[in-house]
């Protein structure tokens, strides 16, 4: 059973606001993920981390920034939101090591107005 | 990571078997072939994985051929709740190295 956790599930903001999606795994994991993924398209990652104080760059640019200061959390910050913004956001954990599968949380889909 | 190429779509009639192919004919030695799903906007959920030899667990088989240039994955008895779209990844067995991405997919459609 999954223990990974995103909230908000939805989230209607107007543009210009602050906001921060949570993300938190009670498994232990060292690396985080987080996607963007539009309606019908693919998965793009655009941030992940190793563990506490790591961060890293996905391959889809984004705006938004992340933080690891403990290993259960990974939140995603987007300073002014706008309409481009809006998109459904995935997080994700592993264990460290590449034989080992990622578990996923439900998303939070984001509309910006 | 090496690439993978997959259909862009099948469908398959409920109970019978579905079989999903993937190529990645520039995969190296150590990298594994991972199979995720994605069902309508949910997270992705992990299938199975491989490195050389085929592998089952109670949701899938995975077959991979023997110069590990291709791999196909089995749904024995496919039912409705099986459409979603397919991920075929291959990746490196690292300590922390590689990323997890993900291509398009085959989107699978069970039909009663």
């Known amino acids: 059973e999954a223990d990974i956790y995103q909230t908000p599930r939805y989230l209607v903001i107007g543009t210009g606001k602050k906001i921060t999606l949570e993300c938190s795994q009670t498994?232990?994991?060292?690396?985080m993920y987080w996607y963007q993924q539009d309606p019908g398209m693919e998965l793009h990652l655009i941030h992940y981390s190793y563990g506490v104080n790591s961060t890293e760059k996905g391959d889809l640019s984004s705006e938004s920034t992340v933080s690891r200061i403990r290993t259960e959390h990974f939140p995603l910050t987007l300073e002014s939101a706008r309409p481009s913004h809006t998109s459904q956001y995935l997080c994700?954990?592993?264990?460290?090591?590449?034989?080992?599968?990622?578990?996923f949380g439900q998303g939070t889909r984001l509309t910006v107005v | 990571d090496a690439k993978t190429t997959q259909p862009p779509s099948m469908d398959c009639a409920e109970g019978r078997a579905a079989n999903l192919p993937c190529n990645h004919s520039?995969?190296?030695?150590?990298?594994?072939v991972y199979w995720y799903r994605q069902i309508h906007s949910q997270g992705p959920q992990y299938i199975i994985h491989?490195?050389?030899n085929n592998e089952t667990n109670e949701m899938a088989s995975l077959i991979i051929t023997e110069d590990r240039k291709s791999s196909t994955l089995i749904l024995p008895h496919a039912t409705l709740r099986d459409t979603a779209v397919y991920y075929c990844i291959v990746r490196v067995d690292e300590t922390s190295g590689s990323r997890l991405t993900f291509g398009e997919g085959t989107q699978l459609t069970v039909n009663p």
């Open positions: 491989g490195l050389k």
């Open positions: 498994m232990g994991h060292d690396k």
């Open positions: 994700a954990s592993s264990e460290l090591g590449g034989r080992t599968e990622a578990f």
């Open positions: 520039t995969i190296s030695g150590n990298e594994y």
